[in-house]
Structure formats: structure tokens, C-alpha cells
């Protein structure tokens, strides 16, 4: 198969790149997906019986991306792809088989622990937790070295400019990564691209300056702050903690088992009239007596003067296991009164 006929140069140059870690930051439509459902093919074709990991934020999100890519690839090409819907995996004639995962939590990505692969895909890299540069380090970089395999990093700008696809991409310092970048522009499947985005931009009233226009089409890292939920501002963020003599610490709990059970540690003073978020974090798959192991380091670590959490639903019998069996100092969420 002559694969350099079905790309154009930067969307090949990506493919090509003999690195051992491989970025890509683009525009949306600018084609990655068919790039890497290309590289998919190479390697499958190389490594038979191999496995080739493709993760994104959700199982179905990597389904809607990738798949309709292979779907073609098979038609055009007569490659006789196997598709099953139920592992979401894709197996070549050759034994190869490239499976989808979702990396929304850490614990998702766990499961690439053990088996040897050629090749790691990493895809929307930019909306991924902070967990990530852990996860590479620790559990998907072992697992390339049988093969001395490859490590694809590929993703769109994120509103926030955070995050370790952000550091690889958009600082000098890569650290060994080597960066590609092409938009819509350069996607020679897209002739009326520039029509469209004209009038898009004429729509919107997006100037060549504006933040969505640079960020999502034209693949550029501009901090966004517009485009958050919360706006935060740099004024909200402390270098370091006010010395202020009267702090009290609280900390809430949102108890979940597939949904993340999460920790909020705030501190508030009457006479400053200020409240702070000290540290926060979730963590899913969490037995009661694993939520009290967390609550019991938490104390440890302050003087809480109230903790909280939500007991409704699942979470009362966890509430009261805690409070029996830990004799933790746990109070029911007033929620009566939540829309007051």
C-alpha cells in the first residue's frame, strides 16, 4: 500500500516522523484523525499480533473519531478489518488489534499496565487532568519499551493554556518531543474552507485576533479566559498564604463510587473576610473505608473545624459507616434550602 498517496505533506511529515515521542497541535478539521488512523495501519502492518492502545477523554468519543477513519481505510483499501463493537477494538488479518480506552480518571489508564505495545496513541490531549504527564511516566512509557515503540500526543489548544500537552507543545523546552503543527488550511480535502470560515467570521464578529478563531482554527495557544466556566483571573490565585490569625479550616466531600468521590479543603476568616481553596481533588472506585483512609490524612494534615459531606442518596450509608465504625467527625450537607 502506497500510504504517502492517501496524505498531504504536513498530515505525512506526522506520519513519517521517526521520533520516539510525537506531538501534534492543530485546528479543528485539519485531518489528525486520518493521520493517525494511517499510523495505526503502518504499525499494525509491521507488528503482527501486536496491541496499539488509542486513548481519548471516552470510549465513545474514540469511537465517533476513529472508527468511520478505519471504516474507510477498509472499504478503499480492502484491508479486512475485524470491528468489535463490544471491546471497541479494531483487529487486522495479521492478529494486530488497536482498542480504544477512555482516560477521564487515572484509574482508566491503569489498565495499560502489562502488555507491550509498538505505539501509544494519546488523542485530545488538551482536555485531559492533570494526571497525565503521571500516567506517561509511569505506566504507558514502560510499557513501550519491548518494542522501543512511540508515543503520539495529539490534540487542539485548550481556552486555559495548561497542562502537559501545553508545556510539550507550546514552551522551548520539549523534552524530547518532537512537535508538528498544521490547521485546516493545509487539508486539502477542505477547498471551500476559506469561504466557510469567512462567513463564520463575519457571523461571530471574530476578528483575525480573536481568541476562538485563533484557538480552533487556527490551532494557536491564546489564553481564553471567556471561554471558562469559572473566569479565574490571576488576582484569585496566592503565591502564598495570608498570615491572618483567626483561619479556620473546613473540608467538604461529594461521595460517588463510578462517579469520583472528590475533597475540598477550604479555609475562611471572619475578620479578613476571606475564603480560600487550600487543595481539591477525586478519586473514583471508592469503598467507604477507602474514603476514610483519605478523611483520616486530611486530618492529619489541619485543624478541621467542621467536615462535610453529602449524605443523600448512596451517600448516608457511607456518612454513617464513617461516623461508627471511624468515628469521624462527619456532618450531614444542609441541601434543603440549595435553591434559596
Known amino acids: ?119 501509544v496513541f494519546i488523542d485530545e490531549a488538551q482536555a485531559f487532568r492533570p494526571f497525565l504527564e503521571n500516567a506517561i511516566i509511569d505506566i504507558i512509557e514502560p510499557a513501550l519499551m519491548d518494542y522501543n515503540g512511540v508515543l503520539y500526543l495529539t490534540g487542539t489548544p485548550n481556552a486555559s493554556c495548561i497542562g502537559y500537552f501545553h508545556d510539550v507543545t507550546n514552551t522551548k523546552r520539549h523534552g524530547g518531543w518532537s512537535v508538528h503543527h498544521w490547521t485546516a488550511r493545509d487539508n486539502p480535502h477542505l477547498p471551500n474552507f476559506e469561504q466557510w470560515i469567512t462567513k463564520r467570521k463575519a457571523h461571530y464578529r471574530w476578528t483575525d485576533d480573536s481568541a476562538t478563531y485563533l484557538r480552533e482554527w487556527c490551532g494557536k495557544w491564546i489564553k481564553d479566559d471567556s471561554a471558562l466556566v469559572y473566569q479565574l483571573k490571576d488576582y484569585n490565585l496566592l503565591r502564598s498564604f495570608p498570615d491572618i490569625h483567626d483561619w479556620e479550616y473546613v473540608l467538604g466531600i461529594d461521595l460517588g463510587y463510578n462517579d469520583s468521590t472528590a475533597f475540598v479543603v477550604l479555609a475562611y476568616s471572619v475578620s479578613a473576610g476571606k475564603i480560600v481553596a ?40 457511607y456518612v454513617e459507616e464513617m461516623k461508627q465504625r471511624y468515628s469521624l467527625p462527619i456532618e450531614n450537607a444542609e441541601k434543603r434550602n440549595k435553591i434559596a
Not at 75 to 82: I, Q, R, T, V
Not at 287 to 296: M, N
Not at 303 to 311: C, E, K, N
Open 1 to 119: 500500500i502506497q500510504w504517502g498517496d492517501l496524505m498531504f505533506d504536513k498530515q505525512e511529515a506526522f506520519v513519517a516522523d521517526g521520533c520516539e515521542k510525537v506531538a501534534a497541535v492543530c485546528s479543528r478539521r485539519a485531518g489528525k484523525s486520518v493521520g493517525i488512523a494511517i499510523k495505526i495501519c503502518q504499525i499494525a502492518e509491521k507488528y503482527g499480533d501486536c496491541l496499539i492502545p488509542y486513548i481519548t477523554l471516552t470510549k465513545a468519543q474514540g469511537k465517533r473519531i476513529l472508527w468511520p477513519e478505519f471504516r474507510r481505510l477498509d472499504k478503499e483499501l480492502n484491508l479486512g478489518l475485524k470491528f468489535n463493537q463490544n471491546e471497541l477494538s479494531v483487529k487486522f488479518p495479521n492478529g494486530a488489534t488497536c482498542f480504544i480506552i477512555g482516560g477521564q480518571e487515572e484509574s482508566d489508564v491503569e489498565i495499560l499496565r502489562g502488555p507491550k505495545y509498538p505505539a
Open 278 to 317: 487550600v487543595e481539591s481533588y477525586k478519586e473514583t472506585n471508592l469503598i467507604p473505608s477507602a474514603v476514610a483512609v483519605h478523611v483520616e490524612k486530611l486530618i492529619s494534615q489541619y485543624d478541621f473545624s467542621h467536615i462535610v459531606a453529602d449524605s443523600g442518596g448512596l451517600g448516608k450509608g
